[in-house]
């Protein structure tokens, strides 16, 4: 990608493991600019790594555009049968644009001897929200990965960290911790967030109760936001079918 100069950034899996919360991942997850020069410059990217579409919905910019995934499998040698998944819009996550203003870039040697190489990487916020969704897996991770900026940043935070931290934690010990540390802005949050007045009256069981709440009002969002993208592709795997 970087190669041929496409404009991206990195999420899924991979992102994860870079903010220091691991988890295991042999894809790579794209978000990126769905205009006509830059998904030019992602096929010929793909085109390098031997990489073809797997599944549907097909490689155009119109399904990008409504939110859709496209998945690709790469036969080139040295990454053969590695998966990369491209999407430009995602549920609860701004435009591109804002997401390439705030990225995260960092660098990344393959060897200690090796040139390096700057990564973009979406900011923890934003890998934060878009894995707010249906599946099971991705609740455990957004809690550690907001663990992990806190218990690395809570010595000397800024005013982002905090706003972050009073939003996200998902741990009842961490957010009655977090709103002892930072009174005046929880008090100023804590009309948007149950979580956070129930951490400001000190009651677990109901900061448990509010998580659980939030994470349930999120799966449902996430589960009607997919519902019409489901049953395109649905029509799109019949046609196949039927083409074929």
């Known amino acids: ?128 929200a878009a894995k707010k969704t249906q599946r099971d897996k991705d609740w455990p991770m957004i809690r550690r990965l907001v663990e992990v900026n806190w218990f690395e940043f809570r010595g000397q935070p800024t005013d982002d960290h905090v706003a972050f931290w009073l939003r996200e934690l998902r741990t009842s010990e961490l957010l009655v911790e977090c709103v002892a540390a930072f009174p005046a802005e929880a008090n100023a949050l804590a009309s948007a967030r149950e979580t956070v007045r129930a951490a400001l009256d000190g009651e677990p069981a109901r900061i448990e109760r509010a998580l659980i709440e939030e994470q349930e009002r999120e799966r449902a969002i996430d589960r009607q936001y997919w519902a019409p993208l489901r049953a395109e592709l649905e029509e799109l795997r019949r046609n196949a079918r039927q083409e074929s």
């Open 1 to 128: 990608m970087r190669t041929h100069g496409v404009q991206c950034l990195l999420m899924g899996g991979q992102a994860c493991i870079v903010y220091g919360a691991a988890e295991f991942s042999r894809d790579a997850d794209l978000a990126v600019l769905a205009d006509t020069d830059n998904l030019r410059r992602l096929s010929s990217a793909l085109a390098d790594l031997r990489a073809v579409t797997i599944a549907v919905p097909p490689f155009e910019a119109a399904y990008l555009e409504r939110g859709h995934a496209v998945h690709f499998r790469c036969a080139r040698e040295d990454v053969r049968g590695m998966r990369v998944d491209v999407m430009s819009r995602m549920r609860g996550v701004e435009a591109f644009p804002v997401l390439w203003e705030r990225r995260t870039t960092i660098e990344l040697r393959a060897a200690p001897d090796d040139q390096p190489l700057d990564v973009d990487i979406l900011a923890l916020p934003d890998l934060v």
